[in-house]
């Protein structure tokens, strides 16, 4: 795990521009600086090393950990008592200062760094719209990895005044070594973060041509600033936005991924990327393999799982489910028989493993619509958001009409079933103000049989500060004004 600060991270970040075909910068060097940043070719470097920079980069630390983390610490996954007992700490929320994501900190200010030198530099361009392209992307990607540290690292809005003093993360929007930034608050950060994506919408194209570039196009970011409104609770934008972000994924079966292209999602040959709005590319020679905690498969011994749905999870996608194939395959492993997730193997032609990280899909700005329509009273576009999303899972699918209380619960439902295993469990767990409630009575087994959680894990309340994950002490060591999270 990483243990460098943020001060770290900034001083020596242009260091980090050397792989691949990124800019290759020295920390404290302005006059390379300059030379780095001046043809838009070298600003087309710079946003791609961005981009890479989500990844973690060689031990896939960031987003390709952050999915699986969200499942691991939430009542999705359950931990495979034949295997290694990878994230194992996670799972029982055994966290402290040191032992955290501090890698995930440490990629998530680096990308804003990066970032950063984008927009300090972005004056060099003449004014186009490749300028205001490159400016949009720089910004969509620092929003992200604002909103990232904001949602793992800060109380949610359900469980502090978020104009408290230091409840939200520091803001870092240039690029300054000696920078020991304290804690902005909740809705600073949150404010600061909407501006930002805003601006980014603004600027950015909406040529789907970049999703298979790996870059957020201009119907990524409304869907992305539409989950930010959510996360906030500020359901009404959310709502607004969300009827925007629908109208930029184009129709439907482009958006969502009709029942028939769905499946080839998970193996990166959908038709025009239809289903995904935001993916990060990956290639084998990146040899980052996302999703290796759920399964690893060879063909002498098997597929091998260290996480596994919980048999509450996987009893809820009905057989006439898309995502039930899709998402999961059954197979005995050393004698026993697990419900693997199969949402990253692999996709042809690549090795084991290699699979591009979806970040944002169309189906989110649907779900999102479907939620915030109906907690503002409006059943019908809750309906309509919702059956365009089921109709695209469910074979031979009839609307069930649902209206209230039982139309909200079908929502959430869909959420959970659509994102399991992505990246979304925990935190809509922590925003929605809902504990951890594992079975005490199911286990690992395909069938539900075998070992339950610990019962020590069973039960984490709702609001439990275990929910904010606490601050790496080598980031407080090097930078003391970042406040400690409440509770360690």
């Known amino acids: 795990m990483k243990k460098i600060s943020l001060l770290f991270i900034i001083a020596f970040s242009a260091l980090l521009f050397s792989c691949k075909d990124e800019l290759e910068l020295s920390p404290f060097d302005q006059l390379e600086e300059e030379n780095a940043f001046n043809t838009p070719s070298d600003f087309t470097s710079a946003i791609r090393g961005v981009y890479y920079r989500l990844l973690g980069e060689e031990d896939g630390d960031y987003y390709p950990r952050k999915m699986i983390l969200s499942d691991v610490l939430s009542d999705n ?71 990232d540290l904001a949602s793992t690292f800060a109380p949610s809005f359900t469980n502090v005044d978020p104009d408290a003093e230091n409840s939200g993360i520091p803001i870092k929007e240039t690029v300054d070594a000696a920078a020991k930034p304290s804690r902005n608050t909740l809705n600073q950060t949150f404010n600061f973060i909407i501006n930002e994506l805003k601006e980014a919408k603004d600027l950015i194209s909406n040529d789907r041509a970049m999703i298979a570039s790996g870059f957020i196009n201009k119907a990524g970011v409304s869907t992305l600033l539409a989950r930010v409104y959510l996360y906030k609770g500020d359901y009404a934008a959310a709502k607004a936005e969300a009827l925007e972000a629908r109208s930029l994924a184009g129709s439907e079966d482009q958006a969502i991924g009709s029942i ?28 980052i393999f996302p999703g290796t905690e759920f399964n690893q ?192």
């Not at 996954?77 to 929320?93: D, H």
């Not at 804003?112 to 030198?117: F, G, P, S, Y």
């Open 260 to 287: 028939t292209e769905f499946p080839k999602i998970w193996k990166d040959n959908s038709i025009d990327n239809a289903g995904i709005l935001f993916k990060i590319k990956v290639t084998d020679q990146d040899r």
């Open 297 to 488: 498969t060879t063909p002498s011994a098997g597929t091998r799982s260290e996480y596994v749905p919980t048999f509450e999870l996987y009893s809820k996608y009905d057989a006439s489910d898309v995502r039930l194939n899709a998402y999961f395959t059954t197979s005995p492993y050393s004698g026993s028989t697990y419900n693997h997730v199969m949402k990253f193997a692999s996709r042809p032609a690549s090795n084991q493993g290699v699979v591009d990280v979806k970040v944002i899909r169309g189906a989110e700005a649907y779900l999102i619509l479907a939620e915030a329509a109906a907690r503002t009273g409006d059943d019908a576009t809750a309906l309509e958001a919702l059956d365009a999303v089921r109709s695209r899972r469910y074979a031979d699918y009839v609307s069930l009409g649902e209206t209230g209380t039982v139309l909200l619960n079908a929502v959430l439902l869909q959420r959970r079933l659509e994102f399991a295993f992505e990246g979304f469990r925990f935190y809509d767990l922590k925003r929605l103000g809902l504990g951890v409630t594992r079975s005490a009575t199911e286990g690992d087994f395909s069938d539900g049989t075998g070992l339950p959680a610990p019962a020590a894990t069973q039960s984490i309340p709702a609001n439990d500060f275990k929910f904010t994950l606490p601050v790496p002490t080598a980031e407080r060591q090097a930078n003391p004004n970042f406040s400690q999270a409440t509770g360690y």
């Open 77 to 147: 996954a359950i931990i495979v008592q034949t295997g290694r007992k990878s994230l194992n700490n996670y799972y029982e929320f055994k966290l402290d200062p040191n032992s955290t994501w501090g890698s995930g900190m440490f990629y998530a200010y680096s990308t804003i760094d990066r970032a950063n030198r984008i927009v300090a530099n972005i004056g060099k361009l003449k004014d186009d719209e490749f300028k205001n392209n490159i400016l949009g992307q720089a910004k969509a990607i620092r929003a992200l990895a604002h909103f």
